[in-house]
C-alpha cells in the first residue's frame, strides 16, 4: 500500500469557522508533511512532522494549527482564515527525513468564503 | 540550496523520447538532484533522484553532468499520461525532508 489518502477532498468554509483536514498513510513513514499549494503555482511547503514530533514550521501563521497524534495520521486544524488561505494543502509522507521519496496524497481543495 | 532553472513549457510528440533540462550551477557536494511530476489536479508524484552517476527506473532515466551543474530527465517513450508539470529539485541529504519546488516545466505531450 503506497497511498497516503486524504479528506476531505473539497471543503468551503467561512472566515469564523473552524475546520480540519486529515490525512493518513499506512506505509510506516514517520515523516510526514503539510504543503500549500496556490493556483498556477509550485508547492510550497508549511510543515514537517518527524517521529510525531514538529521539526520544522515554515513561519506559518497560527491560524494553522498542526497535530500529529499518531505514526499515521496528520491533521491540520484551520481557524480563521482569509480568503487568500484558499489553495490545495497537500500532504505528503517519507520514510524518514532522510534523502527519502515523499508520497503525495491527491490534496484537499479549500475555499474560504 | 541551490536554485535550479528549468524551460517553463515544452512539448513532445507522442511515442519519443522527452528530454526535460535543467540548470543547477549552483549545486554542492552534498546536495542530491530530485524529479517530480504533478498531473493536473492530483499530487505530485516522485520520479527519480541521484546524486553523481546516471540513475534509470521503471519510469525515467537521469543524466547528470560530470560537473553536476546540469541535468536532464528522459523520459523514453512519452504517452498522452506524461502530459504534467516537471520539477527539478536540488536537496542536502539531511535538510530534514525539506523539498523545494521552483516553477518546474509543463510539458505536453501531443499525438
Known amino acids: 500500500d503506497t497511498e497516503v489518502t486524504q479528506t476531505p477532498k473539497h471543503l468551503v468554509m467561512g472566515m469564523t469557522n473552524k475546520k480540519s483536514l486529515k490525512c493518513e498513510q499506512h506505509?510506516?513513514?514517520?515523516?510526514m508533511y503539510w504543503y500549500k499549494q496556490k493556483a498556477k503555482k509550485p508547492p510550497e511547503l508549511m510543515f514537517v512532522?518527524?517521529?510525531?514530533?514538529?521539526?520544522i514550521n515554515e513561519s506559518v501563521p497560527s491560524r494553522f494549527s498542526p497535530e500529529c497524534p499518531n505514526s499515521s495520521l496528520l491533521n491540520l486544524h484551520l481557524h480563521a482564515l482569509q480568503p487568500e488561505d484558499s489553495a490545495l494543502y497537500l500532504c505528503?509522507?517519507?520514510?524518514?527525513?532522510?534523502?527519502?521519496?515523499?508520497?503525495f496524497g491527491p490534496g484537499t481543495r479549500l475555499t474560504v468564503t | 540550496d541551490a536554485k535550479t532553472t528549468q524551460p517553463p513549457s515544452m512539448d513532445c510528440a507522442e511515442g519519443r523520447a522527452a528530454n526535460l533540462p535543467c540548470n543547477h550551477s549552483?549545486?554542492?557536494?552534498?546536495?542530491?538532484v530530485y524529479w517530480y511530476r504533478q498531473i493536473h489536479s492530483q499530487g505530485p508524484q516522485y520520479i527519480i533522484h541521484?546524486?553523481?552517476n546516471n540513475e534509470t527506473n521503471e519510469m525515467a532515466s537521469l543524466i547528470i553532468t560530470e560537473d553536476r551543474k546540469s541535468s536532464t530527465l528522459i523520459l523514453p517513450h512519452a504517452t498522452l499520461r506524461d502530459t504534467a508539470v516537471y520539477y527539478c529539485?536540488?536537496?542536502?541529504?539531511?535538510?530534514?525532508?525539506?523539498?523545494?519546488f521552483g516553477q518546474g516545466t509543463e510539458l505536453s505531450v501531443k499525438p
Open positions: 529539485i536540488v536537496r542536502v541529504y539531511n535538510q530534514g525532508g525539506k523539498l523545494i
Open positions: 505528503a509522507s517519507s520514510l524518514s527525513t532522510g534523502p527519502y521519496e515523499q508520497y
Open positions: 541521484g546524486l553523481k
Open positions: 549552483t549545486i554542492s557536494g552534498n546536495e542530491y
Open positions: 512532522y518527524s517521529y510525531e514530533k514538529l521539526s
Open positions: 506505509m510506516g513513514h514517520r515523516a
